[in-house]
Structure formats: structure tokens, C-alpha cells
């Protein structure tokens, strides 16, 4: 049985120094400051150890851990109270805010899996972020009490009781690259194939890999044709050449001289040449604050349109997500879309229609689905909702009209 806790209250919305000071260090405790200086230092690194070599890295930002450098700076190391709120502070007072909110509700290994991760280096910030969110939207908007599920069982998020009635929530973020043709692991897959022979070869230098409009992703796993393609990329020189699947590799590759810039200076350079359509993969050996004989790839190509893109969202995101919730109570979706900030495009485009429509016939038990802009501020990566725009959905055809009949966005 799911274990109900009565979450926090939300503070005030506008709040005093010292009040978000008090915020900021709340989180700071739940975090760890061991946790928060071993994070921190790692990100700060311009190195890693990847396979015995030492690698240089591009990392990419990470907004919390930036927000308590600016944090411990204007206080001193904390010997002083806080002065203004503002900016990244505000921010990180924002997030610090939807914790004292879940904070009472989180329970064992649910409270270590959202501590690990809220300071995690490799993007589950956003994601946690919309679970707290939602979940205080359930706290204020129903006053609610919260039943987080196990973290090592496939199912929704947590569990909402109002009055009495459950729901389950399961929440969703995401990513601009969702419609791309290549997925992340595929892609990040290919890219270290390509990396891996070009080091291999003792070359450095750039290229450029675009993807096909009718690329097949089943030619990922003819190793024999891979090894023979890229066999061509032996030597220095202008490369031109196609791969399986209809993808080709273009660019410049030089010897491995032991050329070397600036670790800090590399990944500037890399940040301007980082084209915005595409994915940019880089390595380079570590010799100090130097990385030595560097290899960038990026990684470009079509996005799914019309109907390609309807059945992959079904597929991979609305069918899924309705599918981790029992069946056995009323369950509410929460969708948030990366680079969405009208919420008019998910009530008048024919392509969401046709999802939700398909969505709530197949699956009776879903009472409602929330569509969330996310249009937050910049200063945190846009990981902060202060008003965001969404567009909600409730079927008709639920087998839990009481959740329908329960359900709004304010």
C-alpha cells in the first residue's frame, strides 16, 4: 500500500532575504555539503577517466550547482545572511521553495534516488524538477497528500489522495530532440564508434556526420559493415565517405601530434563552433589544463514529420507513459515540452489532438493529460516555473469520471 504524507506549504511568493537564505540552506542540507563540494569539483574538472585514459570534456551546464557558487560567494561561505534575492538566487530559492513543499513526503530510498538526483552531472535535474512541481500543484491546487512509488519498479510517479479519491500521476519531460531520427543512446552509440576509430588511428580534427531521411536503424548492428566503412579513415586527410544506413562522414583529420590548447579554451572553441541542429560529441587527451590531439563530432540530420512523428510519440512517450500507470485508479499524465511556450500548439494542432484522442479511447484509466510550456527563466537553464503556460485534456471516456470531474489547471 502506498504510504500518504502531507506535504509542506509553499511559501510566499515574494519572500525576504533571509527567508530564501533559510530556503537555500534547507536544500543545502538535504543535498549534503560533501555531496555538494564532491559535485561541484567534478563539474568544475576539466578532465575524466574514461577506459583508463584520461579524457578531456565539454560538460554541460549545470544550473544548480552554479546557482550555490553564487550563493556561497554573496554570503561569505555563509558567514553572512543573504541581501538580495534575484537572478540565479531567486532561482535557486524557487527550487529550494518546491522542496520544503515534498520534503515532508519523500521516504527512504525515494528520498536518496531524488537526492542523487537533483546534483546529478548528467541531466536528471529538469526531470525531478517537473515531479516537484507537479506535485505541489497537487499539494496547493487539491491539498492533497503524496504517496511516492518505488523508485526500482516500473509505475507512475507518485500517487495523489484528495478527499479520499486517488490518482496516479505519471510526469514526462520532454527534449527538443525528441523528433529527431537518431535517439540519444543510438546516437551517442554511433558517435563513440566513429570517436573510438579516429583515436585508433592516431588522428585528430573534425567531421561532420549527417543522417539520412531514410536512414534504417537496424544497420547499427552490422558490425562487419561498420569496421569496413571506417576503415577508410586511416590516414590524414579530407574525409568524404559513406557509412551504412546512408549516413556520411565528412571533415579534416591530421596526425596525433601531441597538439594542445587550453582545456578552457577548447571548450569555448567548441561552444561557438557547436552548430544549433546539431549534437556535438568531443574528446582529447588530458596532459594538466591541456587537451591534446582533440576529435569533435557533430551530429546532424532530418526530424520526423506528419505521421512519423504521431507514431513515434505514441509509441515511445504517450502509449508508454500511460501504460506505467496500474489501471487501477483514475491516472493523470504530465507532459512538459523543452522549447514549447505556447500552449495554443497542443490544443490546435491535429497531430496532439489525434495523440490524446488515441491516448484516452485506449486507455480508459486516464482521466486527464497536462501539457506544460516550458518557458521558465533562462537563468537556470529554464528549470524554474514561475508561470507557465500549459493546456489540459480531460477524456470523455474514463473509466474514473470522479477524477475527471476533479481536475483543473489553476
Known amino acids: 500500500m502506498p504510504t500518504f504524507r502531507r506535504p509542506g506549504r509553499f511559501p510566499q511568493r515574494d519572500i525576504y532575504p533571509h527567508e530564501a537564505g533559510e530556503l537555500i540552506e534547507q536544500l543545502r542540507r538535504f543535498i549534503g555539503h560533501d555531496r555538494l563540494v564532491q559535485q561541484t569539483a567534478e563539474y568544475r574538472s576539466t578532465a575524466r577517466t574514461n577506459n583508463g585514459i584520461v579524457v578531456a570534456r565539454l560538460r554541460d551546464n549545470q544550473p544548480l550547482i552554479e546557482a550555490f557558487e553564487k550563493y556561497e560567494k554573496v554570503t561569505r561561505h555563509r558567514q553572512r545572511p543573504l541581501r538580495t534575492v534575484g537572478g540565479q538566487l531567486g532561482d535557486l530559492a524557487n527550487v529550494a521553495a518546491y522542496f520544503r513543499v515534498v520534503a515532508p513526503t519523500l521516504v527512504d530510498s525515494v528520498e536518496r534516488h531524488h537526492r542523487d538526483k537533483l546534483i546529478n552531472l548528467n541531466g536528471q535535474l529538469k526531470p525531478l524538477l517537473l515531479e516537484w512541481k507537479t506535485a505541489s500543484h497537487f499539494a496547493r491546487a487539491y491539498h492533497a497528500e503524496i504517496a511516492w512509488l518505488p523508485v526500482d519498479q516500473t509505475g507512475p510517479e507518485f500517487v495523489a489522495r484528495m478527499d479520499g479519491l486517488e490518482c496516479e500521476v505519471e510526469c ?173 500548439v497542443f490544443s490546435e494542432s491535429d497531430a496532439f489532438f489525434s495523440l490524446l484522442t488515441r491516448t484516452f479511447n485506449e486507455h480508459r484509466h486516464v482521466a486527464a493529460i497536462a501539457m506544460r510550456c516550458d518557458t521558465a527563466p533562462t537563468r537556470l537553464n529554464g528549470v524554474i516555473d514561475y508561470a507557465t503556460g500549459a493546456y489540459l485534456a480531460k477524456s470523455e471516456v474514463t473509466n474514473f469520471p470522479e477524477v475527471w470531474d476533479l481536475l483543473r489547471l489553476d
Open 172 to 344: 514526462k519531460r520532454q527534449s527538443d530532440m525528441i523528433v529527431e531520427l537518431l535517439g540519444l543512446a543510438e546516437a551517442d552509440h554511433l558517435a563513440q564508434r566513429i570517436i573510438d576509430r579516429v583515436a585508433g588511428s592516431h588522428l585528430r580534427g573534425s567531421l561532420l556526420l549527417h543522417v539520412s531521411d531514410d536512414f534504417q536503424r537496424s544497420c547499427l548492428d552490422d558490425a562487419e559493415a561498420w569496421s569496413a566503412s571506417l576503415a577508410s579513415v586511416g590516414g590524414p586527410g579530407v574525409v568524404n565517405i559513406e557509412l551504412p544506413g546512408g549516413l556520411r562522414l565528412e571533415g579534416e583529420v591530421f596526425p596525433a601530434d601531441g597538439s594542445g590548447t587550453n582545456a578552457s579554451e577548447w571548450q569555448a572553441m567548441l561552444k561557438d563552433r557547436h552548430r544549433d541542429d546539431a549534437r556535438l560529441y568531443s574528446q582529447a587527451k588530458a596532459a594538466g589544463q591541456v587537451a591534446v590531439d582533440s576529435i569533435d563530432l557533430q551530429m546532424i540530420g532530418p526530424r520526423r514529420s506528419g505521421m512519423d512523428l504521431v507514431e513515434y510519440l505514441w509509441d515511445r512517450k504517450f502509449s508508454r507513459a500511460a501504460s506505467q500507470c496500474s489501471g487501477e485508479r483514475g491516472a493523470v499524465l504530465v507532459f512538459e515540452w523543452e522549447g514549447v511556450d505556447d500552449p495554443s
